[in-house]
């Protein structure tokens, strides 16, 4: 049993980190109504970004390596590298495409997500690289002391930083006027516009907060596993959490997340064995493609009626 | 008149349609007669395109009945419909915008066509001289609604007033014998809406195809209903033919807003 | 001059209807497979067979394959590369386990085998469309790979799933050498381009397209959603399927699942993007360049820039090119190189008088 629960926040952790991919997915589409594919490859360059600045800004300002300072310069440079991303992609593939079908913007974001990989191996490289972020990866004593359960630290930290990143992100939308303009543009892209509402910055600036997002995304993920090009594969299973959830539901992100987490490690670990294992790799489609058919509009996302 | 006025084929009962809490209609009884041109008028939102969408089963009543041609159903596919000889235009032409004319009304033939997959990957024999014989029938239409010269033109090109009359010809394409026209006479100018007329009136007269019609010229309307339903609100507000219609109070205070 | 089609009158829907209408359209599809079938294996040299000629190809069938369900039939796939795995190992298995096998019938079966596979996940189409259903596509994408490497059977109890073809033989005659294969395939992939050309100009291939520009009409006119779109997933993994047999037989002869990543799918996508979405010429021309971009930019970027790169900054940007020139295309000619060769066609029709 001990070993179930292990197994199960271990999952629950792991889903936490799709949420938070999958978040950055919720808000571009929510706003643009673009299904950005090139999410997870923003991940990979905000990650790589960030090793690449710490790795070069001890030479440049002669700090200390590994110190604080270093460490929020690069956070900051990095946030930076991501809203002119946001800036480029909106200038570049975004305002070309407007009133273009769905379809042709999601083959677009595909093409971003090759030129971003490539951008970002090309001015970084494309070796491993190893992130410290100063938190131990040590089981809590106190959950082996009396339950007897194996928790890292690290994931309860991560796990709290996409807590609090989900609970930001919502007040944001609620109660800034940015927010309440994101939220009108979601409803409605004519009907914004027509109240005068600068279509253009809107959506740099929820590209902005995406990249943001995929920042914070890919440091916790490449703590865990270090900063490589396998980080953008990770992020593919956001898919299926999008489907679990729903394409507009934050709330649906999160359980989406969580969901796909837990069952896929459950399933890796009780089914696996029995045909071979590294069912991972597809286990969360399956589940999503299945669930698809009995709710196609997701846990949480509304229901949509044809009209003609 | 060529034509005379049958029995009826199509009675609809009680139909009551909502969406999630929106009542889109209530308990709505009329019926067609075989051969006649039967319109439905109202407002804005009264509920037209949801009645038409009910008769073909695009979308499906929670309560009430259809009685087509002796059958009884509840609700129904669209694509049996189709097999049974209902055929329909849509309000905001509903043409497969990346094919050409001729192209998008031989899909309304799809149905009188039995070659299956493989022998149109050979394209020899029977498949071939089904495509030959199939496109003579097509050809007819393109005749009739006098598009000849645009028979090869992609429908997305093409001028609204015209892709109206493609549609037109992609329901005609079929030999339906009912036709469900939702407003195609929307945004035309005289001379089109004149042509159009002259389309239908053509199409009841000589193929005596039923024609069930939603249009907001009162004068077209007027002109060439054989009997007239009216909506609100999703509620029949009167019923019978043009004149009696016309003179209708509820009608009369409908369209000015009088009441509510 | 000598593209015109004045004089050419039509006296009947046959001659109108037939698969390529203008007397000059004709002659030159006649030339150019007369071209690729006698004059290229004569002066084509090994390097050209092997590495450019035989893949360009069977990309080809791929995206024609791809092309029919995304482009005709509007379903975004993005498991292509999955079906190909089917085709092959179907195919390999066939030639395996049953004596006398001839060729040709083994990777027709291997492509009737990824058809059933594709229509199996195509059964999500019924239900789903868009995004969810390109996400769908990536269930199989991943599951086959894994179904193909952790099943041995498949790969007859290999390491790691790796099969090698089979010697070809057909008809007592070996197709050993880059010659025969090129041949071989080339006659392959013609056939069945012309064979998806009368599909796409018949019934078949205007419910498909009725499909993909709106659905709710295409039914209202008696179209079934279902047997259409499962149709053009039964014929789009066919295509595939069998691509992808002849990728293990002609082209590369051992090959593994993972050969068969998403890479390959999103690869066989661009071929349609850049190529044309809804074109069996433009699985062509998208083929060809996919093919021979990378070649050309490891050839040209050391040329240019000399010693200061290495190769990893030209893989790398392959990646950039690749990416820029999807995002460019869709952006500048949505249609593709297919739309680019027609409008060129008809500028020439026109010319000298373009007025």
Known sequence: ?308 | MAREIGDVILKMEGISLSFGGVKALTNISFDVREHEIRSIIGPNGAGKSSMLNVINGVYHPQEGQVTFRGEVRRDMEPHKAAKQGIARTFQNIALFKGMSVIDNIMTGRNLKMKCNVFHHALHWGKARAEEIEHRKKVEEVIDFLEIQNIRKTPVGRLPYGLQKRVELGRALAAEPSMMLLDEPMAGMNVEEKQDMCRFILDVNDQFGTTIVLIEHDMGVVMDISDRVVVLDYGKKIGDGEPDEVKNNPDVIAAYLGTSH | ?355
Request: one cysteine or more.
């Open chain 1, 1 to 308: 049993m001990q070993f179930f629960f292990e197994v199960l926040i271990g999952g629950l952790l792991s889903g936490v980190l799709y949420a938070l991919v999958a978040l950055g997915f919720v808000l571009i589409y929510k706003a643009s109504g673009v299904f950005n594919f090139a999410q997870g490859a923003m991940v990979f360059f905000a990650a790589l970004t960030f090793v690449g600045f710490l790795e070069i800004l001890p030479g440049w300002t002669g700090w200390e390596e590994g110190g604080r300072a270093v460490f929020w310069l690069a956070f900051v440079l990095s946030l930076a590298a991501m809203v002119v991303l946001a800036i480029a992609t909106e200038k570049f593939v975004l305002r070309p495409l407007v009133n273009q079908p769905p379809i042709t913007l999601f083959m677009a974001t595909i093409g971003l997500t090759f030129l971003v990989e490539g951008i970002a191996q090309g001015i970084w490289g494309a070796n491993v690289r190893g992130l410290n972020l100063g938190i131990a990866d040590v089981p809590i004593e106190y959950m082996m002391d009396n339950f007897n359960i194996l928790i890292s630290s690290f994931d309860v930290f991560a796990a709290a930083v996409a807590a609090v990143l989900v609970a930001a992100l919502a007040l944001f939308f609620q109660y800034t006027r940015i927010g309440r303009a994101l939220r009108a543009v979601a409803d409605d892209h004519q009907a914004a516009l027509s109240i005068g509402i600068p279509l253009r910055h809107i959506w740099v600036i929820v590209w902005a907060v995406a990249g943001f997002v995929a920042l914070v995304a890919g440091m916790i993920w490449g703590a865990r596993n270090g900063v490589q090009f396998a980080l953008t594969f990770t992020a593919l299973k956001a898919l299926p959490v999008l489907i679990l959830g729903g394409f507009t539901s934050v709330p649906g992100a999160i359980v989406g997340g969580l969901i796909i987490g837990a069952s896929e490690k459950l399933a890796e670990v009780y089914v696996g064995p029995f045909v071979g294992g590294g069912i991972e790799s597809w286990f969360p489609y399956i589940l999503a493609l299945g669930f698809l058919l009995f709710r196609p509009e997701g846990l949480f996302g509304e229901k949509h009626i044809d009209r003609v």
């Open chain 3, 1 to 355: 001059m000598l593209y015109r089609e004045a004089g050419q009158f039509k006296a009947s829907y046959e001659a109108d209807q037939q698969i390529f209408p203008i007397l000059q359209d004709r002659i030159g599809v006649l030339l150019l497979i007369g071209f690729f079938a006698l004059a290229v294996p004569l002066f084509a040299d090994q390097y050209w067979l092997k590495a450019i000629l035989i893949p360009v190809l069977i990309f080809s069938l791929a995206a024609i394959g791809l092309n029919i369900l995304t482009g005709y039939a509007g379903q975004l796939s993005l498991g292509s590369a999955a079906f190909m795995a089917v085709g092959a190992f179907g195919a390999y298995n066939f030639m395996l386990r049953i004596d006398g096998m001839p060729f040709l019938v083994a990777i027709l079966l291997g492509g009737l085998c990824a058809a059933l596979v594709g229509v199996m996940f195509g059964l999500p189409s019924l239900r789903i469309k868009g995004f969810y259903l390109a996400v769908a596509t990536l269930a199989a994408q991943f599951f086959i790979v894994w179904a193909l490497v952790k099943i041995e059977w498949f790969s007859n109890y290999s390491s790691s799933g790796v099969i090698t073809a089979q010697e070809i033989e057909i008809l007592g005659f070996a197709f050993d050498g880059p010659q025969s294969k090129y041949l071989l395939t080339l006659f392959v992939v013609v056939v069945m381009a012309l064979l998806a050309k009368n599909m796409v100009r018949s019934t078949t291939g205007r419910s498909w397209m009725a499909v993909r520009d709106m659905d709710v009409a295409a039914e209202v006119i008696g179209i079934r959603l279902m047997r259409t779109k499962l149709t053009a997933f039964a014929v789009s993994s066919f295509y595939c399927g069998v691509a992808g047999a002849l990728y293990a037989y002609t082209y590369i002869g051992t090959v593994e699942p993972e050969g068969f990543n998403l890479d390959l799918s999103f690869k066989i996508l661009f071929m349609i993007i850049i190529g044309g979405v809804g074109s069996i010429m433009g699985s062509f021309l998208g083929a060809a360049f996919i093919v021979l971009l990378p070649i050309a930019l490891d050839v040209f970027v050391p040329m240019l820039l000399g010693d200061l790169v290495s190769s990893s900054f030209v893989s790398n940007l392959q990646l950039i090119v690749f990416g820029g020139l999807i995002v460019f295309f869709l952006i500048v000619e949505p249609h593709g190189l297919a739309r680019l060769w027609q409008i060129g066609k008809e500028k020439l029709r026109l010319w000298p008088f373009p007025h």
